[in-house]
């Protein structure tokens, strides 16, 4: 069964609403997750790293105050869209390992439309 | 950098068929390789994990290889099913997070 869990799975909004999306990890602490966005036929693009009670890490070129994200318990990650634009809409998907050599899951991922 | 390159971009087989699909990577210092499947439009599913100290790892039809010094790694299918059809990612863990390839797509034809 899955181990990630992504909510929500789709999200249809108009131009300047900001979305929350959640990803828990199900039967394990996670200190770290990660956040992905993909475009279609595309590769999945780290954009930050979630840590448990501290600061997110950005990967170069992804806005911090566009993207913000919240690990405020061992089991829960936030990635809220802030103002989104169209050129937001993607596929988000988070991600939480098990451990250091454990497999990295990943969740179902989020499809963000803005209109 | 990590860079991950995978070939073909696409691939197109008969129902039946085994096939290779292959995955190369530019920094050779890596902690592990993850294969994953992603059907359309869904989420991630691991399908094999193989550590740098090791060779290989088979589950069911599917058999990865790993040879960290050439950066390079296979995934086998044996007898490819209409249901195999999906696309396969690879990717690379070292100091970094994980660094993917852009995928096969596969189509398995009945």
């Known amino acids: ?115 | 950098k990590q860079e991950v390159t995978q070939i073909p971009a696409a691939l197109s087989v008969p129902e039946g068929e085994n096939l290779v699909l292959n995955c190369s990577f530019t920094d050779s210092a890596i902690y592990n390789l993850q294969w994953f499947r992603q059907d359309p439009g869904k989420g991630l599913t691991s399908l094999l994990l193989i550590q740098s100290s090791q060779r290989e790892q088979t589950s069911g039809r599917l058999n990865a290889s790993l040879d960290k010094s050439s950066g390079r790694s296979t995934l086998y299918i044996a007898a490819s099913q209409p249901g195999d059809s999906a696309t396969y990612l690879c990717a690379v863990r070292g100091n970094t997070p994980l660094v993917f390839g852009k995928g096969t797509r596969l189509s398995v034809i009945a």
């Open chain 1, 1 to 115: 069964g899955a181990v990630v869990s992504q909510h929500p799975s789709r999200v249809i909004c108009k131009s300047g609403t900001s979305v929350k999306i959640e990803c828990r990890s199900l039967d394990f602490q996670a200190t770290t997750m990660f956040w992905y966005r993909q475009f279609p036929k595309q590769s999945l693009m780290l954009m930050a790293t979630s840590n448990e009670g501290s600061k997110a890490t950005y990967e170069q070129g992804v806005e911090k105050d566009k993207f913000l994200i919240n690990h405020a318990s061992l089991t829960l990650s936030t990635l809220t869209v802030t103002s989104a634009h169209p050129e937001d809409s993607s596929f988000y998907i988070c991600s939480a390992p098990k451990g250091p050599n454990q497999p990295q899951h990943f969740g179902d991922g989020t499809r963000l439309s803005i209109l």
